[in-house]
T-cell receptor
Framework: KAGVTQTPRYLIKTRGQQVTLSCSPISGHRSVSWYQQTPGQGLQFLFE???????NKGNFPGRFSGRQFSNSRSEMNVSTLELGDSALYLC???????????FGPGTRLTVL | GIQVEQSPPDLILQEGANSTLRCNFSDSVNNLQWFHQNPWGQLINLFY???GTKQNGRLSATTVATERYSLLYISSSQTTDSGVYFCAVVTDSSYKLIFGSGTRLLVRP
């Protein structure tokens, strides 16, 4: 069974631009979650989707948004990038959020 | 909200030594997982263990849900065990993993 895949793996953007990250969950998994990891703040929850519905959102500004498609694939978008958005963005999938969650390799975003 | 505390924050071992990592949480949980983050940033699943004891090779874990803690045991450590170990929990209706701040392990040859 293929694992969670994330694209792209690395991304360099400049301030003010926007970016879209993609996550393909493990086949059969309907819950997809996104996390941001920075050296200063650790691993922070962004949002969780289940069957195309956002069930929870972390404490991030409205510039961070996401969606889930009918095939459970998910995207997250960050608009008007700031230097502080430089981070590793991790996606996780599971059958349900209370079940074991599996992470993708992450997208490392650098904002210049 | 729930607090997840891991100890120790840093640990240096000689190859072959054993270690115990601890995770304390402040409320009841529906899910508890241990992860190892490799140098490239990927989180590798070690255990899904909301309660009880599990073993996988040189690693084992125990969660005592009633006392709100979990332990990860690493025996006969190897240099490849180096990295950061995270504990993460999910509480009822939160729909998210809440991570501890991690234990950074360095195993020296």
């Amino acid at each position: 069974k293929a694992g969670v895949t994330q694209t792209p793996r690395y991304l360099i953007k400049t301030r003010g631009q926007q970016v879209t990250l993609s996550c393909s969950p493990i086949s059969g998994h309907r819950s997809v979650s996104w996390y941001q990891q920075t050296p200063g703040q650790g691993l922070q929850f962004l949002f969780e989707y289940f069957s195309e519905t956002q069930r929870n959102k972390g404490n991030f500004p409205g510039r961070f948004s996401g969606r889930q498609f009918s095939n459970s694939r998910s995207e997250m978008n960050v608009s008007t990038l700031e230097l502080g958005d430089s981070a590793l963005y991790l996606c996780a999938s599971s059958v349900g959020v209370y079940n074991e969650q599996f992470f993708g390799p992450g997208t490392r975003l650098t904002v210049l | 909200g729930i607090q997840v505390e891991q100890s120790p924050p840093d640990l240096i071992l000689q190859e072959g030594a054993n270690s115990t990592l601890r995770c304390n949480f402040s409320d009841s949980v529906n899910n508890l997982q241990w992860f190892h983050q490799n140098p490239w940033g990927q989180l590798i699943n070690l255990f899904y263990i909301p309660s009880g004891t599990k073993q996988n090779g040189r690693l084992s874990a125990t969660t005592v849900a009633t006392e709100r803690y979990s332990l990860l045991y690493i025996s006969s450590s190897q240099t490849t065990d180096s990295g950061v170990y995270f504990c993460a929990v999910v509480t009822d209706s939160s729909y998210k993993l809440i991570f501890g701040s991690g234990t950074r392990l360095l195993v020296r040859p």
